[in-house]
């Protein structure tokens, strides 16, 4: 086993990444910053979550899907203290750091966070680099650069957007990493509207799903906001539909 680090005073990011990757789950967490982390099976799924929910959706435009509705989750809540294998960070093209989630996301993996930040050289818009979670409970951190609306995105911001779904789900892919954790990219301090990024957020992950379910345990989708929950509330069943289409009742 690497020898032990103690992580809040630590200067060499590395050593405390080997470290921490010869523990096993439970040595982990004792280095956690939080006690209060939540465990990612006792988050309910779609699946569970929407049960006996009935849609108001007519003709939702993706079939159900039981497997898929069991893979997403909607969490409200810190993502900070999230026990996944990575969460995202909508961090700006620095990647050193900065207000809203980005800052409260250093702030509780600690300075070595900072510190492999700073050897990644920055980011572009919709590209993703991974770090390691230091005393974060989730194993890494996935930083992405939204795009900056400010009012009605453009086609390029669109896809700008969803490109940092995907290059974060690509990463996760290539470290074979089966639970990721989201929050609502660019819908803060970037200013996209927060509908219009459920849309592109909802779209992507479902159409990404259909195409590697098997791969991954869990995308979650991690709202901090009220307004947030009502709008996924409302939106997944379009995108996720948890009961037969109209019409087709009868039949099944
Ligand atoms: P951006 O600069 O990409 O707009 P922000 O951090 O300003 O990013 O906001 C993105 C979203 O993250 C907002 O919905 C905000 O409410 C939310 N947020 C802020 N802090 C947290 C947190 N600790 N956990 C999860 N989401 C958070």
New binding site residues.
Partial sequence: MAAKVDLSTSTDWKEAKAFLKSLSDKQREEHYFCRDFVKLKKIPTWKDMAKGATTKEEEPQYKKDKALNEKISLFRG???KLEVDAIVN?A?SSLLGG????G?IHRAAGHLLTEECRTLHSCETGKAKITGGYRLPAKYVIHTV?PIAQGDPSPSQVQELRNCYVNSLQLALEHRLRSVAF????????GYPNEAAAEVVLSTLREWLEEHKDKVDRLLI?V??EK?EEIYRKRLPHFFPVDPPAGLQSQL
Avoid: E, K, R
Wanted: charged share 15%; glycine share 18%.
């Fill in positions: 810190d993502i900070t909508a700006n207000g809203g989630v980005d409260c939204g929050p609502c990219i660019s819908t803060g301090v970037f991690c901090f906001l947030d």
